[in-house]
């Protein structure tokens, strides 16, 4: 068992030695051959007629690289040769020849690759053929036509090569040996009957099957399996797994081989960084080709899909985010605070009255500030502090008695004839209006004079005009401010009784007060 153990363990490294493909780095290789020869000669053609018999020989073969297209042979071949017709006709010796030969090779880079597996071959070459007559059974019948001794031969022949792996081939030739000599068969010519006469010398052909084995080691700088002949990447780093070309394998494909690539299994045509990883341009932890939002600012929280992380999900990430507790479907800003479209610091969804004039007090549900509580907001409210009604604006009614004393100064106005003179009767009344202004500071005041139809128009329109303004002048005086008043002139095309009687025309002849607010 020990010694079959040795044995096993000799051949390997034997085999391991011969395993190599022949280069410029390993130029020897040796064939060991098996052959058939043939015979061509007095007798007949036995060339490629295998019913002539087999005649079986072996051989070796060591070859040495010269170029990607030459390689130069030492050959030698022992075995039988000879031919047969019948019993009578026929002849066979032993035969050793050797020779030197030049092969041509196709897959020289010019005709083939030179990484070829399959190619043919050409040989040519010179050599010595040496025959053993003893063994032929025609020595004891024509023991005078015995001879022995060389000839020179020339080999000249063709093959095909395929080369299995880089160790080991397989190789078929055949070639055709011209010889010196017409002796080898017994053939003196016609002298002898039993044979025929061919004429030219005998010669023989030699079918060869070999199995070659290149010599010495593969030249492997790296030591990576691969053999630098075929090695695209020389500097390999021990221990690295490679492909067939000899280079670091990459797995994912991304450019960076699997043992400094920290991201081994990136899906194909994904950009990564010298390291295999993916890119992440933005830095969030999202590679680029799965980052929905690839720039992103730094230190901002990102989802899966590196999308910043928008809480709310208002549309506006947290860190643009000044609401970002905002209520689900309320419309936001850029900011991502809800819309407040009137700028009354109400959000619209929260606002119950959205169309607030700038600069207006609201209350926390965005309607205008109603002090009084009157409905009408204090910014309309000309009595924001007094219960009043719409109508005067937010202020109160205006109070009987107060209507009165405008009634009865309707005609309580008094004025000289055909002038804008107040006369002092008329003082009282005035006064009292003066009175009713300053207590009633939300009070405007509209002072209106009318006139007859007597006289000219244009006269009674002045006139009507001055009258007014004589009022205004009066209340100015006692106290009510200028800008609560106006005064206007009408004359005559605003009567409220008839022209044509002077009880009509006195009370057409007035003024009018009328409170505004």
Known sequence: MKTKKILLTILAGFYSFLLVSQTADNKFALDINLINNEYKGDYGNGLWDFSTAVYPGGGLNLSMYLSPSFNIGLEGSYGNYGYYLSEINRFSVRKFDADLHLDYKFNNGYILSKEAKFYPFLTLGAGLAAYNNNF???????????????????????????????????????????????????????????????????????????????????????????PDKRDLCLETPQSVQVDANGCPVDSDKDGVPDYLDKSPNTP???????????????????????????????????????????????????????????????????????????????????????????????????????????????????????FGV?????????????????????????????????????YPILDMIADIMKLNPAYSLEINGHSDSQGDDNKNLELSQKRADAVKLYLVGKGVNENRMTSKGYGETMPVADNSTAAGRAKNRRVEFKVVF
Not at 140 to 161: F, Q, S
Not at 184 to 201: C, F, H, K, L, T
Not at 417 to 426: E, F, L, N, P, Q
């Open 390 to 426: 719409a109508k005067n604006k937010g202020c109160p009614e205006v109070k009987e008695e107060t209507k009165k004393v405008f009634t009865k100064a309707l005609q309580g106005i008094q004025f000289e004839a055909g002038k804008d003179v107040i006369k002092k009767t008329s």
């Open 136 to 226: 032929r059974p025609e020595a004891e019948r024509y023991p005078a036509r015995v001879t022995d001794g060389l000839d020179l031969i020339i080999p000249l022949g063709a093959g095909l090569k395929y080369q299995i792996s880089d160790r080991f081939a397989m190789q078929y030739k055949y070639v055709y040996n011209f010889t010196n000599r017409d002796l080898r068969d017994e053939n003196r010519g016609a002298s002898n009957p039993i044979y025929q006469s061919v004429d030219g010398n005998d010669r023989f052909g030699k079918h060869v099957l070999s199995f070659v084995f290149t010599l010495g080691k593969t030249a492997d700088k790296d030591k990576d399996g691969v």
């Open 268 to 386: 194909a045509g994904v950009k990564v960084d010298q390291e295999g990883r993916p890119l992440d341009s933005d830095k969030d932890g999202v590679p680029d080709y799965l980052d929905k939002s690839p720039n992103t600012p730094a230190g901002v929280k990102v989802d899966s899909e590196g999308r910043p992380i928008d809480t709310d999900k208002d549309g506006v990430p947290d860190y643009l985010d000044k609401c970002d507790k905002t209520p689900a479907g309320i419309k936001v800003d850029a900011n991502g605070c809800p819309v407040d479209s009137d700028k009354d610091g109400v959000p619209d969804y929260l606002d119950k009255s959205p169309d607030t004039p700038a600069g207006v007090k609201v209350d926390a549900e965005g309607r205008p500030i109603d002090t009084d509580k009157d409905g009408v907001a204090d910014y309309l409210d000309k009595c924001p502090d007094q």
